[in-house]
């Protein structure tokens, strides 16, 4: 069993900038592939990055690319989203997931826990 907690949203102006962290549970951090989702209103949950359980392999969606950063601290248990750049079309819940070794990041099914989210927004 894997126990994420997100933290680091907020309210922010377009432009600005945020990070958000995922702390995990247990021991197997390391052999854990992670990724970032965000679900805003009316809309279907999307992935926005991931990232392998050795770091070695990162997707992120087009929409981000070159203003989000993904990484992970296996000694820390937590996995992290650089925000950068941010625009109002980022305002949504942002989740952290956990699946056990996925080979395809992409896969939402694959991640088998989640977090509970938090709230990113992103004001003009």
């Known amino acids: 069993q894997v126990q994420l907690v997100e933290s680091g949203g907020g309210l922010v102006q377009a432009g600005g900038s945020l990070r958000l962290s995922c702390a995990a549970s247990?021991?197997?951090?390391?052999?854990?592939?992670m990724g970032w989702f965000r679900q805003a209103p009316r809309k279907e949950r999307e992935l926005v990055a991931a990232?392998?359980?050795?770091?070695?392999?990162?997707y992120y969606a087009d929409s981000v690319k070159g203003r989000f950063t993904i990484s992970r601290d296996n000694d820390k248990n937590t996995v992290y989203l650089q925000m950068n750049s941010l625009k109002v079309e980022d305002t949504a819940v942002y989740f952290c997931?956990?699946?056990?070794?996925?080979?395809?990041?992409?896969?939402?099914?694959?991640?088998?826990?989640w977090g509970q989210g938090t709230q990113v927004t992103v004001s003009t």
């Open positions: 997931a956990a699946g056990y070794r996925i080979a395809a990041l992409i896969t939402q099914e694959a991640y088998d826990y």
């Open positions: 247990g021991r197997t951090f390391s052999t854990y592939t």
């Open positions: 990232i392998s359980w050795s770091g070695g392999r990162i």
